[in-house]
């Protein structure tokens, strides 16, 4: 799963995506072993990498995300009655098992509420779903902030869509609609009340591009994002540092700025059209700043899109850095192992990085020179062991597929 890239005397580890056969081969083995059965597919999910737009998707805000090349993989097969039986490569020996009706807000929790939540919310959508077998196996690094609980509540929901003849995964309309079950998957079933870009991009990015999605009225854009042609690569740096209170700091933000909204008598704060004079209008110095964080970062999307277009892509570091700034110091959803990867990362040569994804721990992005991703991660990894923090790791971030079924290439 990890390679290591020899450089001297601090080693920085490099997780490396799985081939889809690799993973889908993987899934399918692990099947056999749990089910003593052969699935009748596999299917594999993307975690994602915001590149620009944080904490604007439950604001009316545009995001910026692309699909990782690291995925979750889930292996499935149809049943004939209505139980569902799940194991994760991760806990082997366990074997979770459940009436299809079972599934539901407040019955199921942890992991097994992403797997199998979308089965409640597509259910409650009307689509007629029986029991499945499913194991899943993932080379998303968990707890990352890249999207590993989308990865596999995205997987789960394009195979029973496909096993059970939904037909969503055909377009990006369906896509559209089961990214909104997965999203009511994760509100509702698993409880953690988050926005819904990391769902839109596990399933409807598309490789290559980079995903415009304006979070108003859930439509998107693919815009080309061509690292390579531009001379440059995206280095990610999972910290690893530990976040406890995610919830519930993730949670006050929301609240934090649905409460301004309503002061500011907008729906949302993505409505607001004079940003001065909204935050006039705010007298609480935090709901200011949490606020200007949102107008501010929908701003920087709007320019980093516009650079991106007219193919000046090596323009954007000053926009990851002020929009770190941002949620650092307005938002203050960073913490010191974000702020050292990201400074370590610019004084090594970054062209910009910012945080993405929620914050509090989890991952920063670094857009570098192409061939310096090993030794940025060598400086990011000894700045960190200086500063006592865990040892981090790496991955090389490349706009890959979205979800869908995948083959080992073994079957018939
Ligand atoms: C998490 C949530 C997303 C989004 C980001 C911040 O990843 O799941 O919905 O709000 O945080 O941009």
């Keep these: 799963m990890t390679t290591s890239h020899p450089t001297g005397s601090l080693t920085p580890t490099f997780r490396d995506a799985w081939s889809a056969a690799e993973g889908a081969a993987r899934a399918a083995a692990f099947f056999r072993e749990a089910f003593d059965a052969e699935p009748d597919g596999v299917w594999a999910a993307p975690g994602r990498v915001n590149l620009i737009g944080e904490h604007v998707d439950y604001n009316g805000g545009p995001c910026l995300p692309i699909a990782l090349p690291h995925r979750t993989y889930v292996a499935l097969r149809r049943r004939h009655d209505d139980a569902v039986r799940l194991s994760s490569a991760l806990a082997p020996d366990t074997v979770w098992t459940s009436p299809l009706a079972g599934i539901a807000p407040g019955a199921v929790s942890g992991w097994v509420a992403y797997a199998v939540g979308p089965a409640w919310s597509l259910g409650q959508s009307g689509h007629a779903l029986g029991g499945f077998d499913a194991v899943d196996d993932t080379c998303v690094p968990l707890g990352s902030g890249l999207s590993s609980s989308a990865a596999i509540e995205c997987a789960v929901a394009a195979g029973l869509s496909d096993l059970f003849g939904l037909g969503l995964t055909d377009d990006d309309a369906g896509r559209a609609a089961l990214a909104a079950a997965c999203v009511r998957a994760e509100n509702e079933v698993a409880g953690a009340p988050t926005g819904g870009m990391d769902q839109a991009a596990s399933l409807r990015a598309t490789e290559g591009h980079a995903l415009l999605l304006d979070t108003r009225d859930s439509s998107v854009r693919q815009i080309p994002f061509d690292l390579a042609s531009h001379g440059l690569e995206l280095l990610v740096v999972n910290t690893r540092a530990p976040h406890a209170l995610v919830d519930g700091q993730y949670a006050a933000r929301r609240s934090a700025c649905h409460a301004a909204a ?4 907008v729906a949302t704060l993505g409505e607001v059209t004079d940003a001065a004079a909204a935050l006039a209008a705010l007298d609480d110095d935090v709901e200011r700043r949490r606020v200007r964080h949102v107008l ?3 701003g920087r999307v709007r ?29 203050e959803v960073s913490c010191p192992e974000l702020d050292v990867a990201v ?5 090594a040569g970054a062209i910009g990085a910012r945080m993405t994804g929620g914050g509090f721990g989890g991952s920063a992005i670094a857009l570098i020179e192409a061939g310096t991703a090993t030794e940025v991660a060598r400086a990011v990894a000894t700045a960190f062991a200086a500063a006592g923090f865990r040892e981090p790791e790496f991955l090389i971030a490349l706009a890959g597929p979205p979800a869908g079924r995948v083959h080992t290439g073994e079957e018939r």
């Design 262 to 265: 309503a002061r500011l008598g």
């Design 303 to 331: 320019e980093f899109v516009a650079l991106l277009e007219a193919g000046r892509l090596r323009e954007v570091g000053p926009i990851l850095d002020a929009s770190h700034a941002s949620l650092r110091d307005d938002y």
């Design 343 to 347: 400074g370590s990362a610019r004084e």
């Design 296 to 298: 501010t970062e929908i």
